[in-house]
């Protein structure tokens, strides 16, 4: 028996979805005969019985790769039979070897782990069932947010319990050369990429034949990480399109029916790297990736982590998510097996879609109460959180208030109903003693774990054991940024245009969508559809009025937009910090090894003296996203020439963009999106 | 397996070719008193000598007496249940007239969710009231008399006219339903009376569509609804003479209109075929194949009609359009034969065609050869390909397929041939381990001489073997090709019982063959699934041709419309887009059925807009005021 914890409630959850705790059962049984249970699952139908040999054999024998590998041994002058050697020899560093003999033993140990670390693993057993049926008609591509390393086996983990063929995992290279463990996740079925493949065409070719045969044939289902990495930030980070691109394209080429795509969300009540990823963030480098050395490091496995969601969402179709976004004609005039590189009309579609997937993966996501917690305490002056302390009372009070809003807002909120709120707010500030302590009735940042040390730290280091923590409480803030992005970002559209008209907030909204794109996830061709949600989410808390024309601010929905312009506020003070560096360098050209630490450095400096109220400025991630935006915009241009990743700055460009920003500048021109011909036609 | 000899074929063919005769001889013996509609008056052939058909002819002016209004084929043949609620074949035909058949009963009940005691009977007789009164070019009929070719404006033949077997068409004469018609029928008996009528049609300004045999499946012989000018339906089937037989060149030079049994069974006579036998052969006509670019089942011998045609003589609005020799190949410009072919009525019409002859084979043999699993017998069919050995036949069922023809195998009498299919089935299942679920079988027909045949036949199965094929013997071979004579009776059985379907064809390169059989099947269930479809539909396929560079694949796809109340739209959305997920994936729009006006709406993608200003072009030159005006093609 199993029991469901259903949040009803407050209507945290929508459709009324249940989910079940997995680990209730196994907490009442024995690991080991978990480990041994039959294990039976339905494949999908049209799929054949291929050992990992067979599967690897298949790949080097394709025609696909053989014209490849021709093409190569042509170019380069050596002999077909060398380089048929390297593809084999990438091969089988690249291959998995699932076996259902470590499946069992993987199930054994993360049962152990996660009885251990987590309170409870829910799961929504519809979706699951979905899943199991999705995976008999077409091949299916799991497509989980990645948030810790935890949840790397988590998905074959539960896969393996309730009898469902376990996926085969694309994983980054690093992990494979961990001892011990890339070996047992590789027969655990996860295969290994390379970052960086750059122009490696044999590598780009095994790769991809690899893939797509694993799509073809329906061997297994496929995961992967269409966010690429773990985020560090717990944001949902912009989509990367090649996994994304070989995955659908046997579907494009009609190779196959239709491709399955499920969304995954992963949310965490407590994240286990928090601290590192933090640390990661300011730039400290990080120890050789290793999941024993973590467990090792931080004593982590005494630690309490509460709960994890997994999510598992609606199975998507390709084929209907596609349809009349592709030109197929272009796919039939030349052989199957020949390289072809994709229309830029596929690209965008692919693009469009695995937006889609990320913003899918948000909305699916639950939100803990503590991110809500992290939302109110990165609103109020550091100073009252180091020393005065904060309210007790005042802050439960805010963040009911807050619960009340995310609702509104449509958020999936994993809120307890059955227990009192007082309960809630106390015991999720108690998880979280890592960030904050409760004391007297008043709530403290935490400073650093030597605080015994007595000689006076130096102003910079101060400020970065203080950023240590803010930035923590950041990335809980992010896990709940998407519910609030839209309608934020309309907030200050309204606030820096000081404008009623619709078409020019709609202008504006426009402009911040656009230099925000690599912060948050805004679905290509959306913004129409994306500026009508943040005006009707406003209306519906009350915040604004909104008619054909106007969006008029009302008097009651002040403390609203207030709260969303603060949320979003540190975005727009760290983008400006770094355009005004850009502008008052000597240099037009800079490479990104010097960009990071000056920012850090000036933002360091400005932190200490009062004048910068953001530690967000700090992290290496959002100084990253400014290059990237810039670079967008075209303010600024990658030397091609280098090696080192030089740039050169358009000041005038840079600046401009500022002035526009903080609202110096109007913006003029008629704003049209790049793709507005990729109108959604979802839901 | 033994190999039956050809002989006893032969003479089954003969008997049945016997038959025919007798029965049709029968329908002209009748008076002509009755046909008042109808002036008769012969046109004097050119080629006396040889024109031994006159009195054989299958086709009679008057249709309605051999051929149902409402269905497919002859009256006398047609499949039903019988008192017991076995399936029965009536008529003296065919090979499986007025035989029972049990299997059938099962798999309709099975396959479609029919029932016995849900039936959807059709209206029995024409009700000539529903059909619209003519509107005659007066002028046009006056002149029309004096040159004494047959016409009439009996409502009969005017709505036999105006037809093909589409489905839609089929499914509304059943319900007595009539659309627009032509307003007037003319039997041409030559050439000479052809260029008298159409010259008529361009000084009176009447529409003009041809009609051969009235198998179209492209909607190619409707009436445009929003065609104002009178409509004559030119019926060439009188037009049926072999005017000569040139043994040096090995040539016949025959009117257009003759249907192809017919013209087998005269050149047979005189120890030659053409070997041309597209599956509607009984009833389509050589005009019609020149018009739609037809295809036969023997192309591996014979060829495509393309390669059987060396001389056309058209008539069009412009004059008659026909090359001054006969050489076998030229290099002239473009081949004007090739605008005429897949012209499908737009232009004029066929009236002679000089085409290739060849000595009837000294044997006949047909095989099978069953495969595990479809992707083997794609896969062999491309080697055969490869190795261009294909025989004068060769086609690949798919499992659902191979299971509708067992379930067509007429009652065996003898304990001994059911005891031995029992035994072929534990073989091939238990013993070698096919799966009958995936199982597939690919029907072969072999033609030549003896010794070669038997070589031949070695060679495609070791080929065979090769890709795990086990010969399944000769009834399995012939029961494949029966069941494309008699699938078109099937498909009135199955209207009887709410079921209702179609074929349709396209041709793809090999490497698109499994995914496209694959893709398309599976979209016909989604589609139907997703327009309120009840019951599961019936979605298979069949390689029907091998190709250098790929195959023809042909798709049925038949569905119990039990609770739909518009089952017509729903089964063209779904045909819809099944053609668009072959186009999607590569496939033709068409391998030899044609594009008429159902396909129409693709052809601009096909050809490209430049082809489409071609073959315009040339329509405006050869038929400026649109005399052919069915509108089919472009």
């Keep these: 028996m199993t029991s469901t914890c259903k949040d009803s409630g407050t209507a945290s959850l929508k459709d009324d979805e249940e989910f079940t705790d997995i680990l209730e059962e196994r907490r009442r049984t024995t690991d080991l005969g978990y480990a041994l249970r039959t294990f039976n699952p339905q494949p999908y139908k049209g799929a054949p019985t291929l050992s990992t040999s067979d599967l690897n054999k298949a790949v080097l024998e394709s025609q696909y790769l053989c014209f490849i590998i021709k093409e190569i041994a042509m170019e380069t002058g050596s002999s077909v ?48 069932n979905m899943l199991k049926q999705a995976i008999q008609e077409s091949p299916v591509i799991l497509i989980p947010n990645h948030r810790s390393y935890v949840d790397f086996l988590i998905i074959s983990y539960i896969l393996f319990t309730y009898d469902i063929p376990v996926p085969v995992i694309a994983a980054g290279i690093r992990l494979a050369d961990v001892t011990i463990i890339g070996g047992i996740l590789r027969r655990s079925g996860a295969f290994y990429i390379r970052r960086a493949i750059g122009s490696d065409k044999l590598y780009w070719a095994v790769l991809l034949e690899y893939v797509q045969t694993i799509v073809r044939t329906g061997y297994a289902p496929l995961e992967f990480y269409v966010e690429g990495f773990r985020s560090r930030t717990l944001k949902s980070l912009v989509p990367k399109l090649g996994m994304m691109d070989m995955v659908l394209e046997p579907y494009f080429k009609g190779e196959v029916f239709d491709i399955t795509l499920v969304p995954i969300s992963i949310s965490y009540d407590r994240v286990l790297e928090e601290s590192l990823l933090a640390l990661e963030l300011l730039g400290v480098p990080r120890p050789q990736e290793s999941i024993t050395g973590l467990f090792k490091a931080s004593g982590v496995l005494q630690d309490d982590y509460g709960c994890m969601h997994v999510n598992f969402g609606r199975p998507l179709s390709a084929r209907q998510l596609c349809e009349g976004k592709i030109n197929w004609s272009e796919y039939n005039l030349i052989p199957r097996n020949l390289p072809q590189r994709p229309t830029a009309e596929t690209q965008d579609c692919v693009n469009w879609l695995a937006h889609l997937i990320v913003r899918t993966q948000e909305e699916g996501s639950l939100i803990s109460p503590w991110s ?73 940042l935490v400073q650093g774990e030597d605080s015994a040390r007595q000689d006076p730290l130096s102003p910079e280091e101060g400020v970065m054991r203080m950023a240590v923590v803010v930035l923590m409480l950041v990335s809980y803030r992010n896990q709940a940024l998407h519910v609030f992005v839209r309608p934020g970002i309309l907030a200050i559209a309204i606030h820096i245009t000081k404008s009623t008209r619709k078409d020019e907030l709609f202008n504006f909204f426009c402009f911040l969508r656009d230099v925000f794109s690599d912060e948050f996830i805004f679905i290509p061709g959306r913004a129409a559809q994306d500026f009508e949600e943040a005006c009707s989410l406003l209306q519906k808390c009350g915040a604004v009025h909104t008619s054909q024309q106007e969006v008029t601010v009302l008097e009651t929905g002040l403390e609203v937009l207030s709260f969303l312009q603060k949320l979003l506020q540190p975005f727009l003070d760290s983008y400006q910090l770094m355009f005004r560096y850009l502008c008052e360098k000597e240099d037009h050209v800079f490479t990104e090894e010097q960009f990071l630490p000056d920012v850090r450095n000036l933002a360091t400096k400005l932190i200490h003296s009062g004048d910068l109220h953001t530690f967000e400025v700090l992290s290496s991630d959002m100084q990253k996203n400014v290059l990237s935006a810039l670079r967008r915009l075209e303010a600024v241009t990658k030397l091609r020439a280098s090696q080192q990743k030089e740039y050169k700055v358009n000041k005038a460009a840079v600046s401009r963009t500022g002035d526009i920003l903080s609202g110096k500048v109007p913006l003029e021109s008629l704003h049209t999106t790049p793709d507005a011909r990729l109108q959604c036609q979802v839901e | 397996m033994a190999s039956n000899s050809s002989g006893s074929d032969s003479s089954d063919r003969q008997r049945i070719a016997q038959q025919r005769l007798s029965v049709i001889a029968g329908h002209l013996q009748r008076p002509v008193e009755g046909n008042s509609g109808i002036l008769a008056a012969e046109c004097k052939a050119q080629g006396d000598k040889l024109d031994v058909s006159s009195e054989r002819r299958t086709v009679p002016r008057r249709r309605q007496e051999i051929m149902k209004w409402n269905g497919w084929g002859y009256s006398d043949s047609k499949f039903l249940y019988n008192k017991k609620g076995q399936a029965e074949f009536t008529g003296k035909r065919y090979r499986l007239s007025g035989m029972i058949i049990p299997g059938l009963r099962e798999w309709m009940e099975s396959t479609f969710g029919a029932n016995l005691q849900h039936k959807t009977p059709a209206a029995p007789i024409l009700n000539s009231s529903v059909v619209q009164p003519p509107t005659l070019n007066e002028a046009f009929l006056k002149e029309l008399k004096s040159t004494g070719i047959p016409f009439s404006h009996d409502a009969e033949d005017r709505v036999f006219r105006s037809h093909g077997h589409c489905l839609h068409e089929i499914f509304a004469l059943r319900e007595g339903k009539i659309g627009r018609v032509p307003d007037l029928v003319v039997w041409p008996n030559c050439h000479n009376d052809v260029v008298k009528i159409v010259e008529l049609a361009c000084k009176h300004n009447v529409c003009l569509i041809p009609y051969g045999g009235g198998t179209s499946v ?244 070791d080929i065979a073997a090769k890709f ?49 059989c694959r893709n398309v099947k599976a979209r016909i269930v989604r589609e139907c699934k997703d327009k309120g479809v009840q019951f599961p539909p019936l979605s298979t396929c069949r390689v029907t041709q091998t190709y250098d560079a790929g ?58 807009s430049v082809g489409m200003g071609m073959l315009k072009s040339v329509k405006d030159y050869v038929d400026p005021n649109n005399i052919f005006g069915n509108r089919n093609l472009l």
């Design chain 1, 81 to 128: 039979e060398k380089v048929k050697e390297d593809a084999s020899v990438i091969l089988k560093e690249m291959s998995h070897n699932l076996q259902l003999g470590f499946i069992r033993l993987m199930g054994y140990t993360l049962n152990k782990v996660f009885k251990r670390l987590y309170r409870s693993i829910y799961v929504n057993m519809e979706g699951l």
């Design chain 2, 218 to 461: 492209s909607s190619a012989l409707e009436c445009p609804p929003e065609e104002t000018r009178s409509i004559v339906s030119l019926d060439t089937s009188q037009m049926n003479r072999i005017l000569w037989i040139d043994e040096k060149n090995l040539t016949a030079h025959v009117e257009a209109g003759i249907v192809g049994q017919d013209l087998e069974r005269l050149l047979n006579e005189s120890g030659y075929c053409t070997g041309h036998e597209p599956d509607s052969m009984e009833f389509s006509s050589l005009g019609g194949w020149v018009a739609t670019r037809a295809s036969g089942m023997k192309k591996n011998i014979y060829g495509n009609i393309e390669d059987l045609v060396v001389h056309i003589k058209m008539v069009t609005p412009r004059g008659v359009i026909e090359k001054s020799c006969q050489g076998p190949r030229m290099s002239t410009g473009p081949d004007v034969h090739h605008f005429i072919m897949g012209s499908e009525g737009t232009l004029g019409v066929v009236t002679e065609v000089t085409m290739k002859i060849r000595p009837m084979p000294e044997y006949q043999k047909y095989g099978s050869v069953v495969f595990p699993n479809f992707e083997m017998g794609v896969a062999c069919l491309r080697e055969v390909a490869r190795q261009r050995c294909a025989p004068a036949s060769i086609r690949l069922m798919d499992n659902e397929q191979f299971k509708f023809g067992h379930a067509l195998k007429p009652q065996v009498s003898s304990i001994f041939t059911s005891f031995l299919d029992g035994l072929k089935k534990f073989y091939i299942t238990k013993f070698k381990g096919f799966d009958p679920n995936r199982l597939c079988v690919a029907t072969l027909l072999f033609e030549g001489d003896r010794e070669k045949v038997l070589q031949h036949e070695k060679q495609v199965y």
């Design chain 1, 372 to 444: 809500l917690v992290a939302c109110l305490l990165l609103q109020t002056p550091f100073t009252t959180l180091t020393e005065e302390g904060l309210q007790w009372h005042q802050l439960t009070e805010k963040t009911l208030w807050l619960r009340k809003l995310v609702l509104d807002f449509g958020a999936r909120l994993n809120w307890p109903a059955h227990i009192p709120d007082s309960e809630v707010m106390s015991s999720t500030v108690a998880l979280h003693h890592s960030i904050v302590h409760h004391k007297e009735d008043r709530i403290y």
């Design chain 2, 468 to 516: 795990g094929g086990l010969a399944a013997g000769e009834d399995n071979g012939q029961r494949g090709y029966m069941l494309t004579f008699v699938i078109a009776y099937l498909r009135d059985l199955g209207m009887d019982y709410y079921v209702i379907g179609e074929s349709f064809e396209t041709s793809m390169p090999w490497d698109r063959v499994l995914d496209i």
């Design chain 2, 551 to 608: 195959a023809c694949v042909y798709f049925y796809f038949a569905f119990n419309y039990r609770g739909l109340s518009d089952p017509v739209h729903v089964y063209e959305q779904v045909e819809h887009a099944a053609r668009e997920e072959i186009l999607a994936n590569g496939g033709s729009l068409s391998h030899h059925h044609g594009v008429g006006k159902l396909r129409k709406e693709w052809m601009r993608e096909t050809i490209s």
